[in-house]
């Protein structure tokens, strides 16, 4: 039987139902208008987000980074997208091109709280640090069951400059799962030798909505992909069979509230984002804060529910989604009329904007953390519009400055508590009347793909017994790939689609750098260097 008319199905819009759209067209034969994408929000793109405008401030929620030697699905992915503004170039080698152009080399990674930046080339481990990693880096993570790092490591650990900067670089919390951390060590240990920099750190042209995925989407709608936007999926029903998982029939809400029953006919696929980590986010404004709203996120309703129908099979997703308390942090995004602001933090750092990383006030109750990326970051921004982006891990915390939790500040109050950390306080109404928007985001979810757990509780991406069901999202379980990154969506996505058709292609494998003997060397060097 063809592909060319199966109808496959992706419930959200986020990069993986892009990139597995893409895979379809391209390795599977499938048409365009065969291909649905549905999603509950009004735009694409699902954590890779950036919208605004010069008169009302740019929001990104996040930013996630980039990684030229590790994300190998992601290049390959973006080796086929051609770019939206440079001519007979891949999205691929347009992202290397600017990141090339515009090298990394943070001067400024963690500043104190009386504005000292800090000197970080000393991890600041003790013996028994080292002898904690060494055992969790030859641990079989079979027996990583539901440990956190806390369990894992002794107080001095968490006072290490290494500590500080691994932290906040990827968001990794005291009660996250030492599994993902593990998995991090070794997929990542490139970066610990060059943590202090972030020389690895990849960036976009823009914001990762303009620069990843308009491409795709401008793609896809080349091949006449049906995107079906403000329309939630709440269920899916399966074939009588005990052993087996087929999908029959997928019910969707509409925008107008009426209910809709899409049939699965033979040969159809089903992929399923299981999990959204940007799920009830919420931004508030210069004025008002952030709305916390964890009730009934829905990728978790629709996830729990059929996993119920399929127990044991379809993974359990109550340890990452039924504690938000746990797996929050707010971010916030500053725009301000003019680069005064920037001009001062370059001043005070040494790095122009695009060339440093990500600032940690270890000292912040709120672990405070800010980024400056290139200008603009935003296409909409012009020559005199300029933003920064940072966040809080610890938002119920009392501020330093700001005598209130986090999580009840309004922009302006974000920015004072921000302006207080670099002691900016004599340029404090300068500042301040620049600005056109501080928007706070309260994401309840945004960690919970670090949360404790067993391994089990993630399901396979193409669960046993299963026919056309596939799961595409950083909720499923990929041997030695790392979760919170592009290259995890896009390699379940690839994974979905290759092995639901059997086709006789491979998945660009995970390099273990770990094994390089170059690499390992390096890091021990990393780990006594002072």
């Known amino acids: 039987m ?15 139902s892009l990139a597995g759209a893409v895979y379809l067209l391209e390795d599977g034969g499938f048409k365009g208008e065969n291909i649905h994408i549905i999603e509950a929000l009004p735009i694409l793109g699902g954590s890779n987000d950036g919208a605004g405008s010069k008169e009302k401030g740019f929001i990104c929620r996040g930013g996630r980074m980039l990684n030229e030697e590790t994300y190998e699905n992601f290049w390959e992915l973006t080796s086929r997208i051609p770019s939206l503004d440079v001519p007979n170039i891949s999205v691929k080698d347009e992202i290397l091109a600017f990141d090339h152009a515009n090298p990394t080399n943070a001067k400024a990674r963690l500043i104190d709280k009386n504005g000292n930046i800090l000197p970080v080339t000393d991890m600041g481990f003790n013996t028994q640090d080292r002898m904690k990693f060494l055992k969790l880096f030859f641990a079989d993570e079979n027996d990583l069951d539901n440990i956190t790092i806390r369990d894992w490591f002794d107080d001095h650990f968490f006072t290490t400059n290494f500590w500080y900067m691994w932290q906040t670089t990827f968001a990794w919390q005291e009660w996250s799962s030492i599994f993902e951390f593990q998995r991090y060590m070794k997929r990542m240990l490139l970066e610990f030798s060059r943590i202090e920099t972030l020389e690895g750190v990849t960036r976009t042209p823009y914001n990762q909505y303009e620069s990843v995925i308009l491409p795709l989407k401008a793609f896809l709608d080349q091949h006449k992909v049906d995107f079906s936007l403000r329309k939630t999926v709440t269920d899916l029903d399966f074939a009588d069979d005990d052993n087996g998982i087929t999908v029959t029939e997928i019910e969707c809400i509409n925008a107008e509230g009426n209910t809709e029953k899409i049939t699965v006919n033979e040969g159809d696929l089903v992929f399923f984002t299981n999990g959204c980590i940007t799920d009830n ?25 059929i996993a119920n129908k399929k127990p044991g099979t379809l993974g359990n997703p109550d340890p990452f989604f039924t504690k938000p308390d746990e797996t929050k942090w707010y971010s916030f995004t500053p725009t301000f009329k003019g680069n005064n602001f920037l001009k001062l933090i370059e001043e005070y750092t040494g790095n122009k904007p695009g060339s440093g990383a990500l600032m940690t006030f270890k000292d912040s109750s709120w672990r405070m953390s800010i980024v400056v990326a290139a200008q603009p970051h935003f296409k909409a921004q012009g020559d005199d519009t300029t933003i920064l982006w940072g966040y809080g891990l610890y938002p119920d915390a009392v501020g330093d ?24 306080e004599k340029h404090e109404q300068e500042i301040k009347d620049s600005v056109i928007n501080v928007i706070p985001c309260m994401m309840p979810y945004i960690d919970a793909l670090f949360q404790p757990r067993a391994k089990k509780d993630r399901p396979a991406v193409v669960p046993e017994g299963s026919t056309n069901l596939a799961m595409i999202s950083q909720f499923v379980e990929i041997p030695e790939d790392m979760v919170f990154t592009e290259e ?43």
């Not at 063809?2 to 993986?16: E, Q, W």
């Not at 896009?490 to 998945?507: E, H, N, P, S, W």
């Open 2 to 16: 063809s592909n060319s008319n199966k109808h496959a199905y992706f419930i959200g819009g986020g990069l993986a």
């Open 281 to 305: 986010s919420n931004n508030g404004d210069y004025y008002t804060p952030a709305k916390y709203l964890p009730s009934n996120p829905p990728s978790f309703a629709l996830w729990r529910k």
């Open 401 to 424: 400055y700001v005598k209130k939790p986090m999580i009840d500040c309004t922009g302006e109050e974000i920015l004072t508590e921000l302006i207080h950390h670099l002691h900016f």
């Open 488 to 530: 995890y969506s896009v390699r379940a996505a690839r994974i979905a689609v290759y092995t639901l058709l059997g086709l006789d292609k491979k998945v660009a494998p995970v390099t273990e750098h770990w094994k390089k003997p170059d690499v390992l060397a390096k890091a021990i060097h990393t780990s006594y260097r002072n």
